[in-house]
């Protein structure tokens, strides 16, 4: 069973701070990397997709990969109180099928 | 046409109903997912179609749920005897080949 594990939080963090969301996967042999951002009541949104180790910078989001350690995350800097959803990690599993599975999401509140 | 399509965005059925919605993916995307997502979850794989062919489904896919892609264009998730257990958001995604996945605003299916 392939797993992709995320805090369900809230993490909450105070306006202009950074945000650290992380994401552990159990297939080693993982090669794609995503992040979607979920407001209440709707649907998931692409945000950022990562391939490579290292970090991966789109405007106030990067996106870190550490394919040795299983973990990938997502800072948002400059965090406002519109960037208050749910975080969903997704993994494309490898194997020929890449289906992508997804962790629970981590709910991010900022507060002014 | 900009995006992934879902019909109807709300469902309200009776249990013991069959109920149908349909996805139109973005227009040059070959793959298909649904996905199934209850409140405080991450979406759950179903199923998932490269052109017209099916070529996964989860073991969450009982014998009462269908779907289908005439020609590889939009598809249709068939849920037959509906029990409150069904109640979710149905997501449906579409990619280019191994690329990242987009998803249309969702399907929420109220069993009572």
């Known amino acids: 069973q392939k797993e992709v594990e995320q805090n369900s939080g809230p993490l909450s963090v105070p306006e202009g701070a950074i945000a650290s969301l992380n994401c552990t996967y159990s297939d080693r042999g993982s090669q794609s990397f995503f992040w979607y951002r979920q407001y209440s009541g709707k649907s998931p949104e692409l945000i950022m997709f990562i391939y490579s180790n290292g970090d991966k910078e789109d405007g106030r989001f990067t996106a870190q990969l550490n394919k040795a350690s299983q973990y990938v995350s997502l800072l948002i800097r400059d965090s406002q109180p519109s960037d208050s959803a749910t975080y969903l990690c997704a993994v494309k599993e490898s194997g020929g099928s890449y289906i992508p599975t997804f962790g629970r999401g981590t709910s991010l509140i900022v507060h002014p | 046409d900009t995006g992934v399509s879902q019909d109807p965005r709300h469902k309200i059925t009776k249990r013991g109903q069959n109920v149908t919605f349909r996805c139109d993916p973005i227009s040059e995307h070959n793959r298909l997912y649904w996905y199934r997502q209850t409140l405080g979850q991450g979406p759950e794989f179903l199923t998932y179609?490269?052109?017209?062919?099916?070529?996964?489904k989860s073991r969450l896919l009982s014998d009462r749920f269908s779907a289908e892609r005439p020609k590889g264009s939009f598809s249709t998730l068939e849920i037959q005897r509906t029990e409150q257990g069904d109640s979710a958001m149905y997501l449906c995604a579409s990619s280019h080949e191994n690329t990242e996945a987009f998803f249309g605003q969702g399907t929420r299916l109220t069993v009572v």
């Open positions: 179609f490269q052109n017209e062919a099916q070529l996964e």
